[in-house]
């Protein structure tokens, strides 16, 4: 694979579902990289593309960008809208509850009618009540209060694999300055067992002593490959 910075006239390989680490040692290119790979993956622009032989992956829709893990969001739409459609999955599959639900909207679209009927007001429904309208108007999320920092970036990882279940990308900025080395070598073999491409920018590399099993990948202030 390989990820290209337009802007920068920059472009190296990175390995395909394995942990790579880019140490960029100039402060101001280092932000450039990341603020390109921000505007990619919300789908501002593509001044960063990452190609995988002749396809070029959609970063706004197959990577995802952590530049702090303490600022992770399980309850990321993309997230909340795959857990809705495992649930209304399941209930398809429970004769059961399907017939449970369908009662309790019979029961709740009548309230709402007689209350509308006491009202000033000629209102109708515009859509049809179900489950997936019942389930966003009820505030789903993920519980994530009680987790550790590491717990979360695993739980992280593991919805990034079923969300996106063709060439995920994970984008980490300065992962040794929060985790533990056996901490990150958690993440990287999760990563890679979930087959996730995951590259973390280093800004300030020197001086440390492993880098986890990850292909390291060294850029200097002039941005050529050491």
Do not use: W
Request: proline share 3%; glycine share 2%.
């Amino acid at each position: 694979m390989n990820i290209t910075f337009h802007d920068l006239d920059l472009s190296f390989e990175i390995q395909k579902q394995v942990p790579n680490v880019i140490a960029i040692e100039s402060p101001t290119y280092f932000s450039l990289v990341v603020g390109s790979i921000n505007s990619s993956v919300l789908g501002e622009n593509q001044s960063c593309c990452v190609n995988d032989e002749l396809d070029s992956i959609d970063l706004s829709k197959n990577a995802f960008l952590c530049c702090s893990p303490f600022y992770i969001d399980l309850n990321d739409r993309r997230f909340l809208a795959y857990a809705i459609k495992q649930i209304q999955f399941i209930a398809s599959n429970e004769p059961a509850i399907q017939v449970e639900l369908s009662e309790s909207i019979s029961h709740l679209q009548s309230s709402i009618f007689k209350l509308i009927e006491k009202s000033d007001f000629d209102l109708d429904f515009s859509k049809p009540l179900s489950l997936s309208s019942i389930l966003k108007v009820l505030g789903l999320t993920f519980q994530q209060e009680d987790m550790s920092l590491l717990s979360k970036n695993i739980e992280y990882i593991k919805l990034i694999s079923k969300v996106v279940p063709n060439n995920p990308v994970l984008f980490f900025v300065n992962l040794y300055s929060y985790f533990e080395e056996n901490e990150i070598s958690e993440l990287f073999k999760l990563s890679q067992a979930m087959e996730i491409t995951f590259v973390d920018f280093e800004g300030n590399f020197k001086g440390k002593s492993s880098i986890c099993n990850a292909t390291l990948t060294t850029l200097d202030n002039d941005l050529c490959i050491i």
